[in-house]
T-cell receptor
Framework: AQSVSQHNHHVILSEAASLELGCNYS??????LFWYVQYPGQHLQLLLK????DPLVKGIKGFEAEFIKSKFSFNLRKPSVQWSDTAEYFC???????????WGAGTKLIIKP | SQTIHQWPATLVQPVGSPLSLECTVE??????LYWYRQAAGRGLQLLFY??????ISSEVPQNLSASRPQDRQFILSSKKLLLSDSGFYLC????????FGQGTRLTVV
């Protein structure tokens, strides 16, 4: 069965620190990959997605993610975080032949001002 | 553009009472529709999905049911709520990419 693993449930960083949130999935075929973000009091929204092409994907607000097929990973990165990046981040995977999204447990990111 | 409406935003219901949460989508036809429950530290749990009117698939057997009476309407229901039904419920539409409603915070007391 497909699964998605996010390595950290809670991450606390200071402003201007670099961020990397891990995401690994288990599925041997073609996948579509997503990072969603939920800011406090707001609904889930798409941060970035990978369908095909350049494995380094750039999203909104300076975030990027790199798809490494050999490692089954899609880690989220940001070189310098801001206090406004405080949110919960979810990785999700959709197998190419399946319209369902499989979700990671989420990572709560807290940025100290 | 497509929009998704979910209501109510918050709900407090006594144990044993019925439940009806409604979700409607605008700006698209024949969308795939989903009901999720979001639990702290556990991510999103898919409860039901629907690929068309009257077509409902259940992912997790429980005290809840779903219906799709119209193309762009998806309803989450229960005949008798349990304390364990408390949580945050999200409606979504989409195929490879999901678009979410604002969510409903349900507290069963």
């Amino acid at each position: 069965a497909q699964s998605v693993s996010q390595h950290n449930h809670h991450v606390i960083l200071s402003e201007a620190a670099s961020l990397e949130l891990g995401c690994n999935y288990s599925y041997g075929g073609t996948v579509n990959l997503f990072w969603y973000v939920q800011y406090p009091g707001q609904h889930l929204q798409l941060l970035l997605k990978y369908f095909s092409g350049d494995p380094l994907v750039k999203g909104i607000k300076g975030f990027e993610a790199e798809f490494i097929k050999s490692k089954f990973s899609f880690n989220l990165r940001k070189p310098s975080v801001q206090w406004s990046d405080t949110a919960e981040y979810f990785c999700a995977v959709n197998a190419d032949s399946n319209y369902q999204l499989i979700w990671g447990a989420g990572t709560k990111l807290i940025i100290k001002p | 553009s497509q929009t998704i409406h979910q209501w109510p935003a918050t709900l407090v219901q006594p144990v044993g009472s019925p439940l009806s949460l409604e979700c409607t989508v605008e700006g698209t036809s024949n969308p795939n529709l989903y009901w999720y429950r979001q639990a702290a530290g556990r991510g999103l749990q898919l409860l039901f999905y629907s690929v068309g009117i009257g077509q409902i698939s259940s992912e997790v057997p429980q005290n809840l049911s779903a219906s799709r009476p119209q193309d762009r309407q998806f309803i989450l229901s229960s005949k008798k709520l349990l304390l364990s039904d408390s949580g945050f419920y999200l409606c979504a539409w989409g195929s490879t990419e999901a678009f979410f409603g604002q969510g409903t915070r349900l507290t069963v007391v």
